[in-house]
């Protein structure tokens, strides 16, 4: 072993390994295979019917090289019994050989069919596993927190799970593949046993050392492309914005093309350097390996020949003996080669089970030991924030602390202050987005996780800033703020009609139904100030009875803003309602007005009473009138 630790340490020496992208060890490939179990049984439960069918095709199919061998041998025996036999008799004793050829041919035809067969499957049950795979890696993606989707470690996992997900149909071919080789070699070595035991080990000797290079350097490649998750990410991420056209305008305008390309060519090129020497070093080794390979092979193979030589063994028992040594040379080299595949495979099912493993902190805490608390319907009471502090996962500084202040039925509360304040951070808490990292949020008296968190957000309307521009037709575009109704049309074009989206979808060739955005054919796209109202649209699509607004107007001229926000009043009678604006001709409209300053309540009042008051309010709202006058 000394030697193979030597040669691999001086493979290794050659290159140094990057730093926090460590190589994988034979002994963590092999235990990797622990994942196969659960993969094998995703495959079963894809579909039963098609496994089944799968496995039985493949059994068969390891059973037919054995036998077409052993036909050969009888056909060609038999033909070197009829040369024997004088020229006269030949005819008469033609049945046997003819049987042979016979038989060998229809199981020619057999593997054909077996052959086609498998494929067929492999592509049936792959496609099926992919699109299983991929609904089930939503839906789990959708079950998961706010703030988990804002870490960059959870990204890395979600973007090694999601490239998994059509990989893995190809580990699953390579897996069936390997039990049916492994079958199909057992009946081989049985065969080159009972000739001469000594052929096996010397197959061993011939193939082993391959399979231990292929190891070493699969080993190296899935730790370059494990270690370079986050760069791969960027490199997509560069790719899109420079050829996108939701990038196109600023790209062109702040002349970026040059940098988002020479940041692509860097790291590209680092990478392919670094996959070049690894490729360089394992073909060169390859060659080697295979030298070695082919020379056991052949020793073998001559001593067969010197056997049939000497008369030891017939013409049949000699093809026989060549093809079944070919043959297991073929499959091992196969097998062993395809075990790197699968261990490494394996590493990457690893990936795909970490990222199933995560768990969603925000869920339903029965903190009572009973069930959820039913939401009320009405809100009698409010939201009660008590010493609420926030803190994101590594940050710095604390975005909200020592909040107390009511928020009470029907009320409706604007949010105001400076950019990074802590307005949307406050929303999202209410809406359970979040859960507080201090102190707790109360409803009707009630912990805010005493109820259930699905329950809760079907009765909060809330449309951010950074609304999504879903690529669907306009009609889908307002239903997404109640997906359940989207066949409703009365629902969904009055909720148009109180956004003022009616008078934008009316001037839509298609209406309802013409596809908004450029992505796909035949897309319509919209202004800023038209998206908004059908952002606006899904609020009141919503009918809930806490409506959150996040800049609802920044994109609408002043006689749309003012259209709006008269439809808002009416619209919210008997809601509660949070505002967030920077413009205090909205602003002004609330019951209160709550002032966050670097996280902390500053002040809470009305409009008259702030201004009154002469602090910072005041301060905001003379320095913004000023810029009117």
Known sequence: MSFWTN?????????????????????????????????LR?????????????????????????????????????????????????????????????????????????????????????????????VRLMEHAAELDLDQ??????????????????????????????AQDVITMAFLAVGLAAFNPWLLLLLLVAVVPAFLGESHFNERSYSLVHGWTPERRELDYLRQTGASDETAKEVKIFGLSRFLIDRFRQLSDEFYQKNKDLVIRRAGWGSFFAAVGAAGYY??????????????????????????????????EGILSRFSSVADGALYLQDFFDFFALRPRIVRQELTGERPIPFPRPIRQGFQFENVGFQYKNGAKWAL?????????GEKLALVGENGAGKTTLVKLLARLYDPTEGRILLDGYDLREYDPAELRQEIGVIFQDFVRFQLPAGQNIAVGRIDERQNQDRIEGAAARSLADSVIAKLPQ???????????????????????????????????????????????????????????????????????HRFSTVRMADRILVIENGQLQELGSHEELLAKGGRYAELFQLQAAGYR
């Open 401 to 409: 602390r020592n909040l107390n202040f009511m928020l009470k039925a």
């Open 7 to 39: 040669l691999f340490e001086s493979i290794s020496a050659k290159r140094p390994r990057p730093e926090g992208k460590p190589a994988v060890s034979l002994r963590e490939r092999f235990s990797a295979l622990r994942n196969l179990p659960e993969f």
């Open 511 to 581: 209406g309802y139904e013409q596809m908004i955005g450029r992505r796909f054919a035949g897309g319509v796209d919209l202004s800023g100030g038209e998206w908004q109202k059908i952002a606006l649209g899904r609020a009141y699509m919503r009918d809930a009875q806490l409506l959150i607004l996040d800049e609802p107007t920044a994109a609408l001229d002043a006689r749309a803003e003012y259209e709006v926000f008269q439809r808002f009043k009416e619209l919210t009678q008997g809601k509660t309602a949070v505002l967030i604006s």
């Open 149 to 178: 989707f804002e870490d960059s470690t959870f990204y890395d996992k979600l973007e090694r799970a999601r490239r998994q997900t059509l990989s893995r149909t190809v580990l699953m071919a390579q897996v069936l593949s390997q």
């Open 42 to 134: 995703l495959i079963w439960q894809t579909s039963p019917a098609l496994t089944l069918g799968n496995v039985a095709l493949r059994l068969l199919r390891a059973a037919l090289p054995v036998a077409m061998l052993y036909v050969a041998q009888l056909l060609l025996d038999s033909v070197v019994h009829l040369s024997q036999l004088p020229a006269e008799q030949r005819p008469a004793n033609l049945m046997p050989a003819s049987g042979y050829a016979a038989l060998e041919f229809g199981l020619a035809i057999l593997s054909d069919l077996l052959g086609r067969g498998t494929a067929l499957l492999d592509s049936l049950l792959g496609d099926l596993f992919a699109n299983r795979t991929s």
């Open 299 to 332: 020793a073998a193979y001559v001593y067969i020949i010197r056997q049939a030589v000497l008369g030891q063994v017939s013409i049949g028992q000699l093809t026989f003996l060549a093809g079944s040594f070919a043959r297991m040379r073929g499959l091992l």
